[in-house]
């Protein structure tokens, strides 16, 4: 079977003022359709780097990326647009949401971008994952009324709503209690489960790693294990 994701040779580098920051050196592994999978290692380790170049979001400084069947370094900035847009959902660490739309609004925002859509049906399939996700009563809620842990299930709504074949998560569960963070991930893996959806979160949470089927060990920009 072919995977979904694939990572040949993957570096990565930056200029910070006068020096070049090595983030990814050699990176190479596949995710297969339907994983559920943790990338896990330290702070400044290349996590988030990693996550960036697999959700189109940055490009390789050298080596090769698949991204369901698309060489992603040969795709023009429309076409990548278009791969993020209708196959990726992002949660983020800092959430990303909207300031000025509300919690329907923020949700519903990817759908209307798709153009595949009727209002009413935007609107519809966007406040079922927000009864879902269980911030149904806040659903006219500005981000700025909501704590971290509701406007975290807002983000995880808005990634979902799309049905995305890949989900990345970038220390989903960092900015939030024990229990809601337990209930995000529930929410995942039920995702995962039953859509098979394919789901590749960054962490350093020992307990966020147990729910994790594969985990993939990064330092110092390479893949230890």
């Not at 023009?76 to 209708?86: E, F, G, H, I």
């Not at 000025?100 to 406040?127: G, T």
């Not at 927000?130 to 975290?152: C, D, F, M, N, T």
């Not at 709504?157 to 049905?163: C, G, I, N």
């Amino acid at each position: 079977m072919e995977p979904i994701i694939e990572l040949k040779e993957v570096k990565k580098s930056y200029a910070l003022e006068k020096t070049r920051v090595e983030a990814l050196r050699g990176v190479t592994f596949s995710v297969q359709k339907g994983e559920f999978m943790s990338i896990v290692g330290p702070s400044g380790s290349g996590k988030t780097t990693l996550l960036n170049l697999i959700g189109c979001l940055d490009t390789p400084s050298e080596g090769d990326i698949w991204v369901d069947g698309q060489k992603i370094n040969a795709l023009n900035d429309k076409a990548l647009t278009s791969l993020r847009l209708y196959k990726i959902g992002f949660i983020f660490q800092t959430f990303n949401l909207i300031p000025v739309l509300d919690v329907l609004e923020n949700v519903e925002f990817p759908l209307l971008m798709m153009n595949r859509y009727s209002k009413q049906e935007c609107k519809a399939k966007a406040e079922a994952l927000i009864e879902a996700v269980g911030i149904g009563p806040y659903i006219k809620h500005r981000p700025a009324e909501l704590s971290g842990g509701q406007r975290q299930r807002v983000a995880i709504a808005r990634a979902l709503v799309t049905e995305p074949a890949i989900v990345l998560a970038d220390e989903p569960t960092a900015n939030l209690d024990s229990k809601t963070g337990a209930d995000i991930l529930n929410i995942m893996q039920r995702m995962n489960e039953t859509q098979k959806t394919t789901f590749i979160f960054s962490t350093h949470d020992p307990d966020v790693l147990s729910y994790a089927k594969r985990i993939v060990k990064i330092k110092d920009g390479t893949v230890v294990e």
